[in-house]
Nanobody, 125 residues
Framework: QVQLVESGGGLVQAGASLRLSCVASGRTSSSTTMNWFRQAPGKEREFVAGFDWSGNTVYEDSVKGRFTISRDVAKNTVRLQMNSLKPEDTAVYYC???????????????????WGQGTRVTVSS
């Protein structure tokens, strides 16, 4: 079992920055995949940012150039630095994990078997 705890959400104005963190505990290893998703009100959960099987960063198109994902393997932590936030970034942000490297399907919620409780980000205009 893997437990994920997100933090760092909040209410900010458009143009502001936030940094989200996700700490994993339990049966993790260097092969554990940890990526970020979000779910806006009335919408399906969508992929935001993550690392592909080779360790390269991948971003959803609308966040490219504004969000940066990073990982501290020693601390079992993945972070999401969000700059130039827009009202359309308003959502609950979730950390997702799977205890192997994902060779495909990293953008699919069904590829992950562990989820955090989410942290809410609200961006006002």
């Amino acid at each position: 079992q893997v437990q994920l705890v997100e933090s760092g959400g909040g209410l900010v104005q458009a143009g502001a920055s936030l940094r989200l963190s996700c700490v994993a505990s339990g049966r993790t290893s260097s092969s554990t995949t940890m990526n970020w998703f979000r779910q806006a009100p009335g919408k399906e959960r969508e992929f935001v940012a993550g690392f592909d099987w080779s360790g390269n960063t991948v971003y959803e198109d609308s966040v490219k150039g504004r969000f940066t994902i990073s990982r501290d393997v020693a601390k079992n932590t993945v972070r999401l630095q969000m700059n130039s936030l827009k009202p359309e970034d308003t959502a609950v942000y979730y950390c997702a994990a799977k205890n192997v490297r994902l060779w495909s399907g990293m953008r699919l919620t069904t590829s992950y078997n562990y989820w955090g409780q989410g942290t809410r980000v609200t961006v006002s205009s």
